[in-house]
């Protein structure tokens, strides 16, 4: 009896491997109402490259979401987001981007997130009239995925949004700048509430590579439409967002990102690799050529910045 053929799936996902922004400045100079802040803020995404990459992810792992900008009528950058449905099995009614689990046909995380998009809202994949900007280094969800971030322009305003009921509830927008500051920056509806716009909470995360629990800041940003039953940005949406915008404005947060000593998402990501029997076992089933010692190595990263001494504000 012939042996069964050794597994022939998917090739892993190499992050290097993105469609290069094919955006032109004719097409942000046509954009109306575009302000100077928020050209600069394009051209900053547009010009953004991911660096290196030092972890190698198996496919079955791997998430995407797209973070939709389009310009508003003040000129000011907004992103897309979604109040999931009441009926999904996961993360029922939360407010998230548009995004999930990468399909064995998608050829790379700007394909899924794409794709994601277009089932989700109806976000056409054509690159001309939402081209891309950038894509970021990847986070990591609750439920342990690896998830990243593409960065899109919408530049065709006559796009209408086709949702699908099954997922997504409702559509809406909040501004970009929104998520570099503790305060709403732009609605006085809002700013005229006795309720803060952002807030945090830090959670202890499981043990570390030296049985440590450090701690993980979760930031929650209102829009002004919690009244109506929309929850909150919060989780990893925001601290996507928050990545996105320090990015765009090219500016720190007026409030701290990180509680002091906090991994970083490459020290998290590294070490829920090495020590989650599931992502070994899917490199070995998917093919993913992995030095296990390295992957060590850059999660235990943190020890060594626990030696150093602590500034006295830090924002990562």
């Known amino acids: 009896m012939p042996s069964r053929p050794a597994y022939r799936g ?16 004719s097409q942000v100079r046509e954009v109306p109402h575009l302000s100077k802040e928020s050209r600069q803020c394009i051209r900053t995404l547009a010009s953004y490259r991911l660096p290196k990459p030092r972890l190698k992810f198996p496919r079955s792992k791997c998430a995407a979401v797209l973070v939709a900008l389009f310009v508003g009528r003040s000129g000011e950058l907004h992103v897309l987001l979604s109040r999931r449905a009441a009926t999904l099995r996961t993360f029922a009614g939360d407010t998230s981007l548009p995004g999930g689990k990468v399909d064995p046909e998608d050829k790379n995380f700007e394909d899924a997130a794409r794709r994601e998009a277009f089932e989700e809202i109806g976000l056409p994949r054509d690159r001309r009239k939402v081209p891309l900007l950038c894509v970021l280094d990847p986070f990591i969800a609750s439920n342990q995925l690896i998830v990243v971030p593409v960065v899109v322009l919408i530049v065709d305003n006559t796009l209408r949004p086709i949702l699908n ?21 732009l609605n006085a509806e809002i ?8 807030t945090y909470q830090d959670y202890n995360l499981p043990p570390g590579p030296d049985g440590e629990c450090r701690q993980l800041r979760v930031h929650w940003f209102l829009t002004g439409r919690e009244a109506g039953g929309t929850k909150p940005v919060f989780g990893l949406t925001a601290a996507i967002l ?17 509680p002091p000593g906090a991994p970083t998402n490459e020290e998290r990501i590294a070490w829920v690799m090495y020590s989650n029997p599931t992502f070994r076992k899917a490199c070995e089933t998917e093919g993913v050529a992995v030095d296990w010692e390295s992957v060590r190595c850059i999660a235990e990263e943190v020890l060594k910045r626990d030696r150093l001494p602590r500034p006295i504000r830090s924002k990562l």
Do not use: Q, T
């Open 10 to 25: 998917p090739k892993p996902i190499n992050l290097l491997k993105y469609h290069r922004p094919k955006l032109k400045l």
């Open 165 to 185: 009921s099954s997922e997504v509830a409702s559509l809406f927008s909040h501004p970009l700048k929104a998520f570099v500051s503790s305060e709403y920056p």
């Open 191 to 198: 700013a005229s509430l006795e309720v803060p716009h952002h």
């Open 242 to 258: 928050i990545r996105v915008a320090m990015l765009s404005y090219a500016k720190e947060p007026d409030f701290e990102v990180e």
